[in-house]
């Protein structure tokens, strides 16, 4: 773990492109040579450059699971000893391989309603523990870790699930404290502040609650670092979580797939360009979705992994120095795109989740929970209730109404309903698109 996190941290810094892109035509060609040809379904490929290699994506990964992967396991034996350890709870269990040893299985939380598989080597494991300990920890905390006589390196992590793959992290010198979101959050309140954290890891709506804990005076601990995973950090969220504990959160864009972006010192999120290799499947002049190989990974292979996330571009770069592209926002998933006919052709326009986040914004800015669902032309908005229930809904109304009007696009049919909070370790989705309008881009 040392030899990567060194490596990660000041080794692999570039602070130019054509360096950067140097060093990855240099990773896929040994990819390409060494790793792939070792899993059944890219044996017989031709192979040279990633655009020779024919798309994939989570349904078709798990279709071919035991053809994809280096050590022919098949979907059913790792879903087997996923399962079992989702149910109780015991997240140690390894399976054997002859050659490659031990192997880490894991399950995705399934945002689509779709449940990936991830299967990681030891050696995986701790290169991953390196790249992220060297691309989160601020310098601060580097020394907790450091220097022996000062205590050791506290993290606070919440998820739904544990893993060996995050276990990896735990050390002499890093105290990791695993916390299980099946059992919620305010039990947590006293052994959290027995821990003291230096360090806390959660997906932004157990942080949204932890921050609540926090200026009710339940919760007494003050984190030098804050790190968002696992879903969209919105804006109001980001404030709350920022005005409770003085700390920016930063996020870590984390999925089955791979650590794929960090937050650098200036704030800003980098893609992960030293270990992954992106293609831009671009929707619009600064929004994509990314199509990864990850040619660090040698067990489960990452090859033209087509994710259903929407990025958004940053044009100017970084006052860090780093090539690795900028990324502005991570806007959500693809069925979080909202479609509308257009009053001129027709033709579907797209209303990205950012615009509909800003719109509901100018509602109020109090506005911090609500849910909207479109299936074809009907959308339904659920809204907490209020004490001015109708009043609120009149005003959405009325700003999805500008919003129409600015794409120039038909105003759907609009109904309310009352928001219901999802349970803590299910994914939010405050956007969704359950059926998309019956016309043609």
Known sequence: MLRHFVQ?????????????????????????KRILPRASYYANLKLGHPEQIPFM?????????AARNTANITKEEAQTLALQAEQSRDFSPILLHPTLGELTVGLS???SGHRGLFLVSREERLRWAGILLAKTLPTALLKQIIFFWRRPLSIAFFLRANSNLYNTLSSRRIDFGFYDLVQGVDAYTEKLNQQQPHALVAPPTVLKRLAELRMKGVL??????ILSVAEVLEPDDKQLIEAAFARTPHQIYQATEGFLAYTCERG?????????????DWLDETRFQPVITDFSRTTQIIARYKLNDILQIKKTPCACGRAETTIAAIEGRADQILQLPSLETGNAIPIFPDILRRA?????PALDEYRIEQKNMQWTIDLPNHENQSEQQQSVREALTRLCT?????????????WQPVPLGTKRRRIICEESIQCMP
């Open 8 to 32: 990660a941290r000041w080794c692999l810094r570039f602070t130019r492109r054509d360096q950067l892109e140097a060093w990855q035509k240099k990773n896929l060609a040994d990819y390409f």
């Open 109 to 111: 939380s399934g945002t």
């Open 220 to 225: 007494n601990i003050q984190p030098q670092h």
């Open 268 to 280: 800003n999120l980098h893609l992960n360009e030293a270990q992954i290799y992106f293609e831009k």
């Open 360 to 364: 509901m914004m100018m509602v109020n």
């Open 57 to 65: 994506d989570k349904a078709k990964m798990m279709a071919e699971f």
């Open 406 to 418: 600015q794409f120039q696009v038909q105003l759907p049919q609009l109904s309310f309903g009352n």
